[in-house]
C-alpha cells in the first residue's frame, strides 16, 4: 500500500508542471513525420518523428505534463521534440492547475537555452528572495523576474505573489508550506533553479549581499545589473534593437531641439567657418563615417590591426597608489593608463577580437593582451563563432560578416569596487570614449568602422567560460577595409 501512495503522489505531482507551445507557435507535421514549427514568419525543422510521438505533440497545444520532473519517464522522442522546442524559445511552461488551464504560475523562457529543472529541497532549507529579484505589473499580470534568470514567473495567482513577498526574509520550507497552504515545493525549486530564490548555507546567514554568490557579484548594484542584462541580448525575450516600435503612434521627435526663445549670439563671426581653418583633428572628426560594407578581396592586415590596437588601447603607463581605509589600515591600487580616458582611471575595458579575415593571421578568437601588446587565441566552438558573427552582420543591417569584430568586454569590478549607483553608467560612458578613440583611429588609418551597440552576453560567456557578471560584453565595433564607392 506504501509503494502505490508513492506512485499516486509521483504522478499528482508530475501533473503541477507541463509544456506548452508560446502562443505565436504552430506546430506543422508532414507526411513524411517531419515536424515543423512556425512563428513570427519563420520556419524551424525539428526533424524527423514517428506517428506515435507527433500524435502525442498535439497536446503541447494545450499543455503536455512532463513527469520526467518527477521521477516518471518520457519517451527518448518526445524529450528529443521538447528539448528541440526549448533551444529556439518556443515553450513555455505552467505550475499548477490541469495541464490544459492557465496554470497558477507561467514560466516564459528569456534565454534560448532554458530548461526547468527542480534541485531537491527539504522542509529544513531555508529560503530568501535574490537581492536583484522584482515584482512588476505586465498588462494584468505580475511577472517576476530577475537578470540572473533564464525565466520570468507570471503569477496569476495572488496568495502566491503575496507568498514569495514573504520571503524578502528568510524563511524554512517547512515554515513556508505550513503558511501558505497550496505553495509547492515545485515551484520554489524552479526558483531556485533559476536563481531568483536562493538557499542559505547550513552554518546560516542572513540572505543578505554576502550570502549570494560570489565577491564579484557582491560587487553588483541591483540597478546596475538589470540595466546590464536587459539592455544587451542572451537574457531576455524583449524586442531588441531598431524595432520602431512607436512608429504607429507618434510622430519622431524632430532632429534639431525647437529654439530657445530670446537674443541669439552668432558664434560664426568669432571662429569663421572656412575648412581650410580647421586643425587636423577637426578634419577627422568631419571625415569619420560608420561603414558597414567590407571589401573581402582587400582585407585589412595584421601589420594594420597592431596598429590600430598600438594607437587606441595599448597600455602606456603603470602607476600604484594607496588607498585610506576608514577603518584603518590602506589597500594597494593598481593603474594601467591607455590612449583614451577612463571613469576614476580604471581602464576596466578589454578587447576581444573574432577574427573573419585579415592577412598574415589566422580565423579565430582572440583576447588582446593590452600590457603585452600581444593577442591570445582562444579555442572555441566552431558554431559559437561564427553565431558572433552572424549577429554582428544582422545589428548593422547587412548579410555580409566584418573582416574583424571587436568585442568590448568590461570588468565590471573594477569600477563597481570604487564607485556606487554610478557604475555601470560610467562603464558605458568609458565604452563611448573608447569607440571614438576606434573611430578616429580607423579613419585616419583609412580603414572603415562601424559601432554597434548590442551585444549577446550569453553567448560571450559560452565562448570565453566567465560568468556574466564578473565580466561581460557592453559593445562591439566592426572594422575592414571598406568597399570602394
Given amino acids: 500500500m506504501r509503494a502505490r501512495g508513492t506512485k499516486t503522489r509521483r504522478r499528482a505531482a508530475a501533473a503541477k508542471l507541463s509544456a506548452r507551445l508560446a502562443d505565436r507557435v504552430a506546430l506543422e507535421t508532414h507526411l513524411n513525420g517531419l515536424m515543423v514549427a512556425r512563428f513570427d514568419g519563420h520556419a524551424v525543422g525539428l526533424g524527423t518523428f ?24 518520457s519517451t527518448k522522442e518526445i524529450d528529443r521534440l521538447l528539448r528541440r522546442l526549448a533551444r529556439h524559445g518556443l515553450l513555455e511552461y505552467r505550475v ?27 522542509d529544513a532549507d531555508t529560503l530568501v528572495l535574490s537581492r536583484f ?81 560570489d565577491k564579484e557579484l557582491v560587487l553588483w548594484d541591483f540597478h546596475d545589473l538589470v540595466f546590464h542584462a536587459r539592455s544587451s541580448q542572451g537574457r531576455h525575450a524583449n524586442p531588441l534593437g531598431g524595432v520602431f516600435a512607436y512608429a504607429d503612434r507618434m510622430p519622431p521627435l524632430p532632429a534639431l531641439r525647437p529654439r530657445w526663445p530670446g537674443h541669439r549670439i552668432d558664434l560664426g563671426k568669432f571662429a569663421g567657418g572656412a575648412t581650410s581653418t580647421l586643425s587636423p583633428v577637426a578634419r577627422l572628426l568631419r571625415r569619420r563615417r560608420s561603414t558597414r560594407s567590407f571589401d573581402d578581396r ?15 588601447v595599448r597600455v602606456r603607463s603603470r602607476a600604484k597608489g594607496r588607498l585610506a581605509l576608514a577603518g584603518g589600515g590602506s589597500r594597494e591600487v593598481t593603474f594601467a593608463g591607455r590612449p583614451y580616458p577612463s ?14 579575415t585579415c592577412t598574415g593571421l589566422p580565423r579565430g578568437f582572440y583576447h588582446y593582451d593590452a600590457g ?15 553565431v558572433l558573427l552572424a549577429k554582428a552582420a544582422q545589428a548593422m543591417g547587412t548579410t555580409a560578416k566584418p573582416q574583424i569584430l571587436i568585442t568590448i568586454a568590461a570588468r565590471f569590478g573594477r569600477v563597481s569596487w570604487k564607485y556606487s549607483s554610478i557604475a555601470y553608467a560610467l562603464i558605458l560612458k568609458n565604452v563611448g570614449v573608447l569607440m571614438q578613440t576606434l573611430y578616429l583611429m580607423t579613419t585616419e588609418m583609412g ?18 567560460k566567465i ?13 575592414g577595409r571598406g568597399v570602394k564607392p
Fill in 50 to 73: 514517428r506517428a506515435g510521438t507527433a500524435k502525442r505533440a498535439q497536446q503541447l497545444r494545450t499543455g503536455l505534463p512532463l513527469a520526467g520532473f518527477a521521477g516518471g519517464r
Fill in 96 to 122: 499548477g492547475g490541469s495541464p490544459a488551464g492557465d496554470g497558477s504560475v507561467v514560466i516564459e523562457p528569456q534565454a534560448a537555452d532554458y530548461w526547468p529543472r527542480m534541485p531537491r529541497l527539504r
Fill in 133 to 213: 529579484a522584482y515584482m512588476r505589473r505586465r498588462g494584468n499580470s505580475l511577472v517576476l523576474e530577475s537578470p540572473r534568470a533564464g525565466a520570468l514567473f507570471k503569477i496569476r495567482d495572488a496568495r502566491i505573489a503575496g507568498a514569495l513577498a514573504a520571503l524578502s526574509a528568510p524563511r524554512k520550507v517547512r515554515q513556508l508550506r505550513r503558511e501558505y497552504v497550496g505553495l509547492g515545493k515545485e515551484l520554489l525549486a524552479l526558483l531556485v533553479d533559476a536563481r531568483i530564490v536562493f538557499k542559505i548555507g547550513r552554518t546560516g546567514g542572513s540572505g543578505l549581499r554576502p550570502d549570494e554568490g
Fill in 298 to 312: 582587400r582585407p585589412i592586415s595584421a601589420a594594420e590591426l597592431a596598429r590600430l590596437l598600438e594607437g587606441t
Fill in 343 to 356: 571613469a576614476g582611471g580604471a581602464h576596466e575595458l578589454e578587447l576581444y577580437l573574432a577574427v573573419n
Fill in 372 to 386: 603585452a601588446h600581444a593577442l591570445v587565441p582562444i579555442r572555441v566552438r566552431p558554431d559559437d563563432f561564427e
Fill in 447 to 464: 580603414l572603415a568602422g562601424c559601432a554597434i551597440g548590442s551585444a549577446d552576453i550569453d553567448l560571450f560567456a559560452r565562448l570565453t
Fill in 467 to 479: 560568468a556574466v557578471h564578473v565580466e561581460g560584453p557592453v559593445g562591439q565595433f566592426a572594422i
